[in-house]
Antibody
């Protein structure tokens, strides 16, 4: 069955970097896009962008350019989210979520990782 | 401020029916399919509805979705205490900053 397993919680100081991993199993990671979604404490879901895993081409959502990097290591079926120059407002749970194109032509996200809490604090 | 608008909370008694609304615009709901997600406390979201009204395999038929114009609605019948969760709508936005957008989420309380 499809599973997305993310790396564990992180505590970082402002200005540092963090890299979150998302290991896919139950399907070929290069046949479905991977989305990244942020959920700040007590808030809703916010789409950060997606990675075309077939050609390793990232698309970043509004507000997620510059400090955010999506990448893929297909040899280990793992996608990554790196956040540089961390700020306190980056404190949130980050989810990877598989993108799917349905027969209608619509796009959605179906399977989600369990989430990774990143806390930015001095 | 979320692009899609949902009520912050709804509540109903066990066994009753509840609906959750999701309002958008022509650049998102009006011209794209809507998905709904259930997020149980402390867990990741789970796909409940896609293409406005379709249920993935394994999702109970107590959950239904509909869309009209620039609004979508999630319906849940036969409410159970295990349905207490946050519910999020989502869709593609084809506007200037194209991308996936979500509602702010609705907290369902089963009294």
């Amino acid at each position: 069955q499809v599973q997305l397993v993310q790396s564990g919680s992180e505590l970082k100081e402002p200005g540092a970097s963090v890299r979150i991993s998302c290991k896919a199993s139950g399907y070929s990671v290069t046949t479905y896009a991977m989305n990244w979604v942020r959920q700040a404490p007590g808030q809703g879901l916010e789409w950060m962008g997606w990675l075309n895993t077939n050609i390793e081409n990232p698309t970043y959502g509004q507000g997620f350019t510059g400090r955010f990097v999506f990448s893929l290591d297909s040899s280990v079926s793992t996608t990554y989210l790196q956040i540089n120059s961390l700020k306190a407002e980056d404190t949130a749970v980050y989810y990877c979520a598989r993108g799917v194109r349905f027969s209608s032509g619509s796009y959605s996200v179906d399977y989600w990782g369990q989430g990774t809490l990143v806390t930015v604090s001095s | 401020q979320s692009v899609l608008t949902q009520p912050p909370s709804v509540s109903a008694a066990p066994g009753q029916k509840v609906t959750i609304s999701c309002s958008g615009s022509s650049s998102n709901i009006g011209n794209n399919y809507v998905s709904w997600y259930q997020q149980l406390p402390g867990t990741a979201p789970k796909l409940l509805i896609y293409d406005n009204d379709k249920r993935p395999s394994g999702i109970s038929d107590r959950f239904s979705g509909s869309k009209s114009g620039t609004s979508a609605t999630l319906g849940i019948t036969g409410l159970q205490t295990g349905d207490e969760a946050d519910y999020h709508c989502g869709t593609w936005d084809s506007g200037l900053s194209a991308g996936w957008v979500f509602g702010g989420g609705t907290k369902l309380t089963v009294l």
